[in-house]
């Protein structure tokens, strides 16, 4: 599995633009990471519906 994380890393970053900032390619890297996660809790059910995020994102307000 760490071998299989690297190779991603490694593809992300070589898919980055010569120009690149690290901050940019950090971001690129997080995100990628977000995705794999979201994708992982949506396998595994780990998900609420709109109608409760909804309500958990209005009760951050108060």
């Known amino acids: 599995m760490p071998a ?3 190779e991603n890393m490694i593809k992300i970053i070589e898919e980055q633009p010569d120009d690149s900032s ?3 390619i ?3 890297l997080a995100f990628a990471e977000m995705i794999d996660k979201g ?3 949506s ?3 780990k998900i609420i ?3 409760n995020m909804k309500r ?5 307000s108060k």
């Open 22 to 24: 690290f901050d940019e």
């Open 4 to 6: 299989l994380i690297k």
């Open 39 to 41: 994708l992982e809790d």
């Open 56 to 60: 958990e994102i209005e009760s951050w």
């Open 26 to 28: 950090l971001r690129e």
């Open 49 to 51: 519906s709109n109608k």
């Open 43 to 45: 396998k595994n059910k």
